[in-house]
């Protein structure tokens, strides 16, 4: 079975631009969330959506969106990219209906290097 | 704010030794924690999850959970070169589904 996949795997924009990264979740698992790591640091919450609802926003300001479609694929949007914005972002899928705890283990993506520039 | 700390490291180990990570949690509400391994320059793979008190091991791998004293750890033994990496602890912050990371350990094994 496929695991998460992400892409693009790596690009480079430049400051004021806006960028989509998308992301498809394990086969049969409902909740997508995204995470942005910066060099050095663990990965930070961003989003989290299950069955196409926004779920958890972490502390991140409103140039960053997303949203879950209805095959469970993802995408997230920055826009007015800043140079702090360069990262790994790694999208995550759980399937919570598999019990309380279980449920609440996540697998990640390849995810997508941002540079900005 | 919820956080989970990890010392950064680097913890170097001779090859064949036991390699010891932990972790600490400040959320008494957490209730599911996970060990990630990240290789430089590749996405965090889960090793290991836990959720009650006590030990449990995967082959080489023994995740230890005391969550009276909100601790975590993992235990590698005979460590392998190919253990180089870093590797995070996480918790389970409640919700559907919103796990905090630390900030990893790096562990080098040496040959």
């Known amino acids: 079975d496929a695991g998460v996949t992400q892409s693009p795997t790596h690009l480079i924009k430049t400051r004021g631009q806006h960028v989509t990264l998308r992301c498809s979740p394990i086969?049969?698992?409902?909740?997508v969330s995204w995470y942005q790591q910066v060099l050095g640091q663990g990965p930070q919450f961003i989003f989290q959506?299950?069955?196409?609802?926004?779920?958890g926003r972490g502390n991140f300001p409103d140039r960053f969106s997303a949203r879950q479609f209805p095959n469970y694929s993802s995408e997230l949007n920055v826009n007015a990219l800043l140079l702090g914005d360069s990262a790994l972002y790694l999208c995550?899928?759980?399937?919570?209906?598999?019990?309380?705890?279980?449920?609440?283990?996540?697998?990640f993506g390849e995810g997508s290097w941002l540079t900005v520039v | 704010q919820k956080e989970v700390e990890q010392n950064s490291g680097p913890l170097s180990v001779p090859e064949g030794a036991i390699a010891s990570l932990n972790c600490t949690y400040s959320?008494?509400?957490?209730?599911?924690f996970f060990w990630y391994r990240q290789y430089s320059g590749k996405s965090p793979e889960l090793i290991m999850s836990i959720y009650s008190n006590g030990d449990k091991e995967d082959g080489r791998f023994t995740a230890q959970l005391n969550k009276a004293s909100q601790y975590v750890s993992l235990l590698i033994r005979d460590s392998q070169p190919s253990d180089s990496a870093t590797y995070l602890c996480?918790?389970?912050?409640?919700?559907?589904?919103?796990?905090?990371f630390g900030t990893g350990t790096k562990l080098q094994v040496i040959p």
């Open positions: 959506y299950y069955e196409k609802e926004e779920r």
């Open positions: 959320d008494r509400g957490s209730q599911s």
């Open positions: 996480a918790a389970d912050s409640g919700g559907y589904q919103k796990v905090t």
């Open positions: 995550a899928s759980n399937n919570p209906g598999q019990g309380p705890f279980s449920g609440n283990t996540i697998y």
């Open positions: 086969s049969g698992h409902k909740s």
